[in-house]
């Protein structure tokens, strides 16, 4: 893995009337990694997605993409540089097929402006080959099943071309055998040139197949690095799974010698 | 655009469904043909009746931009209307424009005043947008009303009536029915395009289309001023037609409302469905008031006829005409099983 | 199923399109009916769209009411005279649902498929606006009743006439009356309602005033259908008018009576052009009506002897009692004299031809039971003048100028609400 | 400008907020609660000044003792139309419930003018028009006492909301129409009752209105404008939210009239406009009856 930074934020704070929800964070995404953000709810995960992709204007901060500077650019802006997302609650066009729903990415995405309306149409078709999805195409998304819905939502993200990927919990809700799926997606997308954030609660995925991981908790940075390190430092857990359990742990610690 | 039952990607279901557009396309052109022939035949009353059915079709066509296909519930496209007709008409008067050439400058004016408030306004969602857009228009109109200097206020404006033009029925009635197809072509074609995708994908999530890359605020721009262009078209041609501008006339909530009736009934987000809405309503509401006994209860009928329609077809008629969906009892309670509580 | 309601709704739209060309067809015949020359019946039939529901329901109910009472009593005397054989008449009116879109609608099928031999008209200045250009468009004539407003008279219209006194005559009388009943009268405040008709009257008033030496210390208009005048009525209160005139339709009179009361407004002389003589202003406002004055196109006291069906004002009122139990409102009255208009012109023409009758329209001058009709070059009647009526105190309308026709006295100055 | 017009002026505008926050409180709730813009709001005034009206007609009934009798017809009325025609599409698209009101409200208005007569009446109790001084002010006794109606039916709605297990299942509703039906709220019922609530409270400004206004089927439009705007102004969801627009759309009402009455209505909607984009949840924010 290179080490070369394709995205950074610089003391990135969101404050909601008093509140902070996202409070000076630098991140560094290196490019081809797949990093994952971790963080117990209500960390500030999603709104801190949502301000460095437009969605939000931050209250303080930086984000810069290869270099420029992207701060409060709309998020249609950011769209068409390069930068994709997928939403936690799915957002799929209902009224429209599956396949139209694809081409609207690669119509407005990356590059976009370079196609026609036929070949963003050509190129949903590409995409939806490539999740697996081809054989839906001409279903209206109303149909699909949640796990076909998260499938949608990554595809319209990859038709946009996007050299930065943020996935904000692909897999909530789906079942072991599509979680593995999921995460064979992931590991073929980030095989094909993309560099990744994904935001997840599902441990097992961080810990699969992620290269490094961001820990967020009441808004601000607790802890990053490998996902072994992160995953068993005493605060994570002590975050993510309260004090109480971190009390358990010791007790039991502490019991089983006797045994 | 909405869907039901049957999946419609085999290919006996695809060629099927092309079949269907094709047995529609085929109707809708052999009543486009009978339509452009009928001034041989149809009497004035018919040919007003007519003219007036193709303006309101033309405005609910641009309705359909912005309240069908993009999902903006505007409440004050009359605005356009209104705008159109006085910016026709004041071009003919103070600057002497000939009429096609004044025509255009109250559509562009339309269209000018849709940017300027289009740009606030449309940052609006749902319920505050619907009334922004009605107090917009209402406000528009007083101002019309009162601004005597400009505007003639109240006591309104009067175009020269004796151009043998206006004398004849046919030139207003081909000149609506051209918007008419105008309109459709033009639906047909933005539909087959980015712009016509950014729209659909607006309304069916604005935040989606926005990461995706779509500009919205451009896409919902231009969707406004084109809706401000079919209706100022009609407002011009309005004016012209009958000869003098009132601001209580051309303003009135009255138009917005016939033309979402049209694209509801018909079905809002469909290229044909505003204008076979207006049809039916039209034609619906003018048998109403000539043909049926009803006496002073038309109105009260016509309220029920929409009342049905929200409750048993809220996506308009399109569904049932295009085969999406079959006409069936179950059909018809489709809509309240999904909706009630 | 789906391909059947397909086949169904492009039915209903030929259904639709091949009744529109019916319509002409069928038309033509019913033409050569009723248009016939040497048949032994002969019918002249009038059409008219007219406001029955909508905002100007219950004026165009008077409208209605005073068209049908002329037809019922010419028909009782055989007809309208046409050179040497006798015309019945008959009526043909639609509701225009007090749209202006719709009354150019219906007048375009009363002329081409219903096929009638002279129009009359609807209510209100709007839609007399539009239906006088379809009447002008095919060269039909019309003569109308209730559109007060001269500019739809000032495009050139030849086929158009109005019966009625033009809308900046409205308020004269009560100009006039208050000086002569007190030549020290100093100042007037003038209200409108914004719309054609009211503005017309209003600046006539304004005019006349100012050429009388009064100076108009307030004038002002507010906005059409409003449900709330006090800012208005607190304006004039601080100027402290002599006379208070208004300008609007009933509605807005109500308004501006109950709202003077409730800020304790109260000039000497207290008028308005349309409202306080139609029957309903007494029944809204009970003793409160008390005093106000309104001008009237005509009034049952007018002491006018005519030969026409009706003879005297007295007459058209017992009759229109008789039928419709109220006291005739003057909407009802010109309506018909719009018909009488039109017999006395068809009389004079001898013949139905639709030019012929136009041209003896034009140099018609004839007294009726309404008064003077007699059109000016552009058509309007600028030869009747305008009566004033006062609410009286025993609840009753008395006619009080001019004084030549005045049943009562005029009760000056207006008493004010806080001494009642 | 002369100092009688402005504390007249200002005088009206206090008690012209009385009424225009009954007119729309009951609008509020049902926006709030139901997420329904209703139309037929205005109609439901009317036909609450229709009560009034006949029953002081006919019967002599003072009109502000009609007002409980013109409340309970029009709760039933609301109940009715809310429980058997709304609660069918109440989940459809924002346009489909804007329309079905419209229509309603078409329905309303057509009928009542085929009953009723297009014709203005008045009700005019012995009492009407009169009034006292202070100074050179004005204060009439109907506009007085509709003001403490007024201010009487909001304290006891609030009360109600607050304090009463109905009160507390429709507030719920409105929060989170999961949770409370988890509670055992029944919705639909819950619905109808709110829609119910407010028709009554459109009943009781009608009869209102009634005392000082000419009434006739087509006054409704203006309020349901009216009790929009006012919404808006205040916020909506929350009592106090409304007062406080209601007291300063009849300010804008009552001065704009006074200085151009030609475009009274002009001004209060642009300034409507300008409220919603600078501020969208309106000047009093967004609460939800809590």
Redesign the interface.
């Known amino acids: 893995m290179n080490q070369e930074v394709i995205f950074e934020t610089q003391g990135i704070t969101k404050y909601f009337g008093g509140l902070a929800a996202v409070d000076n964070v630098d991140m560094k995404i290196h490019k081809g990694e797949i990093l994952g953000l971790i963080g117990p709810n209500g960390a500030g995960k999603t709104t801190f997605v949502n301000t460095i992709t437009g969605m939000l204007r931050p209250t303080r901060g930086r984000v810069i993409f290869k270099g420029q500077d992207i701060t409060g650019w709309p998020a249609y802006r950011v769209g068409r540089l390069g930068i994709a997302r997928t939403f936690q609650i799915v957002k799929p066009f209902l009224g429209m097929t599956v396949r139209e729903n694809v081409a609207v990415g690669a119509m407005f995405g990356h590059k976009g402006k370079t196609r026609t309306t036929r070949q963003a149409l050509e190129k949903a078709d590409e995409v939806l080959e490539f999740v697996e999805m081809g054989h839906l195409r001409n279903h209206f998304a109303d149909q699909l099943t949640l796990a076909y819905l998260k499938r949608l939502e990554l595809a319209k993200a990859l038709a946009m071309e996007p050299e930065l990927l943020f996935l904000d919990e692909v897999m909530a809700g789906l079942n072991s055998r599509e979680i593995e799926e999921a995460m064979e997606m992931i590991r073929k997308i980030n095989a094909s040139g993309v560099t990744l954030l994904i935001i997840e609660h599902v441990m097992k995925a961080i810990a699969g197949v992620t290269h490094r991981v961001f820990v967020l908790n009441f808004g601000t940075e607790l802890a990053q690095g490998s996902p072994e390190e992160v995953l068993n430092d005493p605060r994570v857990i002590q975050a993510y799974l309260g004090e109480k359990f971190v009390e358990r742990q010791r007790r039991m610690q502490q019991a089983s010698p006797q045994q | 655009m909405k869907k039901s039952g049957e999946l419609q990607n085999s290919p006996q279901a695809a060629s099927k469904k092309v079949a269907r557009q094709k047995v529609l396309l085929g109707l809708v052109g052999a009543f486009v043909v009978l339509l452009a022939v009928l001034p041989l035949f149809a009497s004035g009353f018919w040919m007003r009746t007519l003219t007036l059915l193709f303006l309101l079709a033309a405005m609910a066509e641009g309705w359909n931009f912005i309240g069908g296909y993009t999902g903006y519930a505007a409440f004050g496209n009359v605005a356009f209307f209104g705008i159109g007709a006085y910016g026709t008409a004041l071009s003919m008067l103070r600057l002497h424009f000939p009429f096609f050439l004044a025509l255009l400058v109250g559509a562009a004016a339309a269209m000018l005043f849709a940017v300027l408030v289009g740009l606030p306004v449309l940052r609006l969602k749902g319920h505050y947008f619907a009334i922004a857009t009605v107090a917009l228009a209402t406000g528009v109109g007083e101002v019309a009303d009162f601004w005597t200097d400009f505007t003639g206020g109240a006591a309104g404006l009067t175009l020269p009536f004796f151009h043998p033009i206006q004398l004849s029925n046919y030139f207003f009635y081909y000149i609506a029915f051209v918007l008419v197809l105008f309109g459709l072509g033009l639906t047909y074609f933005i539909m087959k395009r980015k712009l016509g995708y950014s729209w659909l994908a607006i309304r069916e999530d604005e935040d989606a289309a926005k990461m995706m890359g779509i500009n919205t605020t451009w896409s919902k721009v231009v969707a406004f001023a084109l809706s401000a262009l079919m209706a100022g078209l009609a407002g011009g041609i309005y004016a012209y037609w009958n000869t003098f501008v009132l601001a209580e006339e051309v303003f009135k909530i009255e138009y917005t409302l016939q033309m979402i009736l049209a694209t509801v009934l018909g079905g809002p987000g469909t290229v044909f469905g505003p204008f076979i809405g207006a049809f039916i309503y039209y034609i619906l509401i003018t048998l109403l008031v000539f043909f049926l006994p009803v006496g002073q209860l038309h109105a009260t009928i016509l309220g029920l006829i929409i009342i049905l329609v929200m409750v048993f077809t809220p996506q308009g008629v399109m569904d049932f005409l295009s085969g999406r969906k079959r006409l069936t009892l179950s059909a018809l309670l489709e809509n309240i099983r999904t909706h009630k509580v | 199923m789906k391909r059947s309601f397909q086949i169904l709704l492009a039915m209903l739209m030929i259904a639709a399109v091949v009744l529109a060309a019916c319509g002409k067809s069928g038309g033509e015949k019913q033409a050569a009916g009723g248009g016939q020359q040497g048949g032994e019946k002969c019918v002249i039939t009038f059409g008219a769209a007219v406001s029955l529901t909508g905002k100007y329901a219950k004026e165009g109910e008077y409208v209605k009411n005073g068209y049908n009472l002329y037809v019922e009593q010419i028909n009782k005397q055989g007809g309208i005279k046409v050179g040497n054989k006798t015309c019945e008449v008959a009526l043909k009116i639609y509701d225009d649902e007090s749209n202006a879109d719709r009354s150019a609608q219906l007048v375009e099928k009363l002329i081409t498929e219903d096929h009638v031999q002279f129009l009359l008209g609807p209510y209100g200045s709007g839609n007399t606006y539009a239906t006088t250009a379809i009447a002008e468009k095919y060269q039909v004539p019309m003569v109308e009743a209730n559109g007060a407003a001269t500019k739809i008279f000032k495009r050139g219209f030849k086929y158009s006439f109005a019966v009625l006194t033009p809308a900046p005559y409205y308020l004269r009388g009560i100009i006039d009356m208050a000086l002569d009943a007190d030549p020290n009268i100093k100042t007037v405040a003038i209200v409108a309602e914004n719309g054609a008709f009211a503005l017309e009257v209003a600046q006539g008033a304004k005019d006349y005033a100012e050429e009388k030496g009064l100076q108009v210390v307030y004038f002002d208009k507010y906005t059409k259908n409003t449900k709330d005048v006090s800012s208005l009525i607190t304006a004039i209160k601080a100027k402290k008018p002599d006379i208070l005139l208004g300008a609007g339709h009933l509605q807005d009179t109500l308004l501006i009576v109950k709202q003077a009361k409730d800020l304790n407004v109260s000039p000497k002389v207290f008028g308005f052009s349309v409202g306080p003589t139609a029957p309903e202003f007494r029944k809204a406002l009970g003793k409160d009506a008390d005093y106000i004055v309104g001008g009237a196109q005509w009034t049952p006291e007018l002491k006018i002897q005519s030969d026409d069906v009706f003879g005297t004002p007295q007459k058209f009122a017992e009759l229109y009692e008789a039928k419709y139990g109220e006291v005739p409102p003057y909407q009802a009255a010109e309506s018909a004299a719009a018909l009488i208009a039109y017999q006395k012109a068809i009389e004079a023409a001898g013949s139905l031809d639709k030019d012929k009758v136009r041209d003896a329209l034009a140099s018609l001058d004839y007294m009726s039971f309404y008064g003077r009709l007699k059109f000016n070059e552009q058509g309007m009647n600028v030869y009747k003048p305008m009566a004033v009526m006062q609410n009286y105190p025993d609840g009753k309308l008395y006619t009080v100028w001019p004084k030549e026709a005045a049943t009562k006295p005029f009760i000056y100055p207006f008493k004010p609400w806080d001494q009642r | 400008m ?1 100092s ?2 402005l504390t ?2 200002v005088v ?1 505008a206090i008690l ?1 907020s009385g009424t225009l926050a009954l007119v729309a409180i009951g609008f509020s709730i049902v ?1 709030g609660i139901l997420n329904i ?1 209703n139309i037929a709001h205005g109609a439901f005034i009317m036909l609450g000044a229709y009560v009034t009206y006949w029953l002081f007609t006919l019967f002599g009934i003072d009109p502000f003792l009609s007002i409980p009798l013109s409340m309970i017809t029009l709760f039933i009325v609301g109940y009715v139309i809310q429980r058997y ?1 709304i ?14 009101t ?6 309303i208005i ?2 009542a ?2 009953f009723w ?6 009700v ?1 109790p012995a009492y ?2 009169a ?1 006292f ?1 202070i100074g050179a002010v ?1 204060i ?1 006794y ?2 007085l006492g509709a003001f403490a109606i007024s201010l009487l039916l909001t304290g006891l709605l609030h009360v109600f909301l607050t304090y009463t297990k109905t009160g507390n299942a429709i507030r719920a509703t409105g929060m989170d129409i999961d949770a409370a039906r988890l509670q055992g709220v029944k ?2 019922q819950s ?1 109808a009752l709110t829609f119910a609530l407010g028709s009554a409270l459109a009943g009781a400004a009608g009869s209102l209105i009634s005392i ?3 009434i ?1 089927p ?2 409704g439009g ?2 349901t ?1 009216r009790a ?2 006012i919404c ?1 102004l205040g916020g909506l969801g929350s009592i106090p939210g409304v007062m406080l627009g209601a007291l300063l759309y009849a300010f804008i ?7 151009a ?6 001004i209060a ?2 300034v ?2 300008f409220v ?2 600078v501020r ?1 949840t309106g000047i009093a924010g967004k609460a939800f009856y809590h």
């Open positions: 002369g009688l017009e007249q002026g009206n012209l926006w813009i025609l609660n069918l599409v109440i989940r459809a698209p924002l346009l489909v419930t804007f329309l079905l419209f229509a309603l409200e078409i329905v057509n009928l003018t085929f007569k297009g014709d203005l009446r008045s005019t009407s028009g009034g001084t004005q009439p109907v506009r919705i639909a619905y000082s206004f000419p006739d087509t006054m203006a309020y404008l929009f705007l808006v009402e009552v001065f704009s009239g006074i200085y009455p030609g475009l009274k209505d002009a909607l642009f409507l406009v919603l984009i969208p």
